[in-house]
């Protein structure tokens, strides 16, 4: 059965807490429990860590090599500052898609890019917390027909 590893980036920890007209009023934990759910019916397992540290981030990425089979990916703000989480997903060359909770192109010009778009398989962004659903099928659709 297919592993997948998600990363939650800084700040993620306070979802539904503040901010909830940009980012809604669903909780990481909630995000968690309908990946789990969405897992199963799936048929993989999900193991899912948040950090606000781009370095844990980075170790849990070198560790999923030999772990996990992809990875699905919320960066947060280093989405738009981190060559370091670029240069991780390049170096372990596991499937991985990005998603974010808000439309990045309709905010502010600096959320505009993402670091890490080129190297994965694909981004998903603007769908509240449905993005990680949809991320985690389009992640196991590839893996399904790439095994
Ligand atoms: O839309 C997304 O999923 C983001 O990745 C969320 C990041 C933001 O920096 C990206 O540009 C887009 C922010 C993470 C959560 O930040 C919060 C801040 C305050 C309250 C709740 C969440």
Redesign the pocket.
């Known amino acids: 059965m297919s592993s997948i590893l998600v990363l939650h980036?800084?700040?993620?920890n306070?979802?539904g807490?503040?901010?909830p007209e940009v980012?809604g009023f669903t909780n990481l934990e909630d995000i968690n429990s309908l990946l789990e759910e969405e897992a199963k019916k799936l048929s993989v397992v999900i193991v899912a860590l948040q950090s606000n540290h781009e370095g844990v981030l980075v170790d849990a990425i070198h560790a999923a090599r030999n772990e996990h089979q992809g990875i699905l990916i919320?960066?947060?703000?280093y989405?738009?500052t981190s060559v370091a989480l670029r240069d991780a997903l390049t170096a372990v060359m596991l499937p991985t898609v990005e998603?974010?909770?808000?439309n990045?192109y309709q905010?502010e010009t600096f959320?505009h890019h993402s670091y890490i778009a080129p190297v994965v398989l694909g981004q998903i962004?603007g769908f509240g917390a449905e993005s990680y659903r949809l991320g985690l099928q389009a992640l196991v659709n590839y893996l399904s027909k790439s095994s």
Do not use: W
Request: no cysteine; proline share 4%.
């Open positions: 980036g800084p700040n993620l306070l979802l807490q503040r901010e980012y919320n960066a947060g703000a989405t738009h998603v974010h909770i808000s990045i905010r959320r962004s």
